[in-house]
């Protein structure tokens, strides 16, 4: 970890078609290659899929998708004396957004389906109802940090 000054987060644009920062940082991440009109693409054609199927906006299914896979609490290694313990932390707020995104696209990425499109729309979906890869990877972090809570007073 830098001990120089943290560094400042920068301005993201909004994107054209919603108006909101937090979708052109979902396209971001989304994207392979630099190609971003093909990430972009592939997002707005899974909102218009999610539309489709629930008949409500779009939008307001990603951002609870998006709350559903934001993890709370994490472990991380702490060597103290030899030994390495798994010591449970809160997530920082920028790492919370950051992991739900991340694991999002990563369940998204693993799942079978014709296209990108098709399957991110449907790991959205599952994600907004409560479940799908990206949930049951955030019940999983919570659960290992719940089992090593006797290690909390490690923490730093």
Do not use: C
Request: charged fraction near 30%; aromatic fraction near 6%.
């Amino acid at each position: 970890m830098s001990r120089r000054n943290r560094s400042t987060p920068r301005e993201i644009p909004a994107d054209p078609k919603y108006g909101s920062g937090e979708v052109t940082r979902f396209i971001n991440v989304l994207m392979l290659d630099g190609k971003k009109s093909t990430a972009e693409g592939i997002f707005y054609e899974a909102m218009r899929k999610i539309e489709e199927k629930t008949g409500q906006p779009g939008l307001n299914v990603f951002r609870q998708a998006l709350t559903n896979t934001k993890p709370v609490l994490e472990v991380r290694s702490r060597r103290v004396g030899g030994a390495t313990y798994q010591v449970p932390m809160e997530v920082s707020p920028r790492r919370r957004d950051s992991l739900g995104r991340r694991w999002l696209i990563l369940s998204a990425r693993g799942r079978s389906g014709k296209s990108m499109s098709d399957r991110l729309a449907a790991e959205l979906l599952d994600a907004s109802r409560g479940d799908g890869g990206a949930v049951r990877k955030k019940d999983e972090i919570h659960r290992m940090a719940e089992a090593n809570k006797a290690f909390a007073h490690y923490r730093w």
